[in-house]
């Protein structure tokens, strides 16, 4: 079966190998604990699972992706089917997250501002934000 993006929710699914290596390659993720934005058909989630992360959280808001993802990967992350702009994400974990986002293009500003707003305050609750726009 195969999904196509869904325009209204400004979905663009990262499919190149190459692409993918180079992202997860940029920081340590061995151990580190990891939220991903928007994982849509899971191409990066696989391989951010390969390199072991100490605890894993996704944020989808597509339902059957959603649903796809916790069939997928079962017990080696959490997914959470809501809508990036709602959650309070210092209420996701106690520590320090690396983010990495394949961003939906149609929210990403107001993602992106809704986190830079706080960067310097004691909530700010990410220790690295990879995005990709």
Known sequence: MSIKPKK???QNFLINEQI???ITDLVKIKNKNILEIGPG??????????KQPKLFIAIE?????ANNLKEKF????????DDVLKINENKIHDQ???????????ISTEILCKWILNINSDIFCFDNLILMF
Not at 61 to 65: A, F, R, V, W
Not at 96 to 106: Q, R
Request: aromatic share 4%; charged share 20%; glycine share 8%.
């Open 41 to 50: 058909t899971g191409n990066l989630t696989a391989k951010i699972l390969e």
């Open 8 to 10: 209204s929710l400004g």
């Open 61 to 65: 808001k597509d339902n059957e992706l």
């Open 96 to 106: 320090k997250l690396t983010v990495f986002g394949n961003l939906p293009y149609n």
């Open 74 to 81: 079962k017990d080696n992350l959490t997914v959470i089917n």
């Open 20 to 22: 993918i290596n180079k």
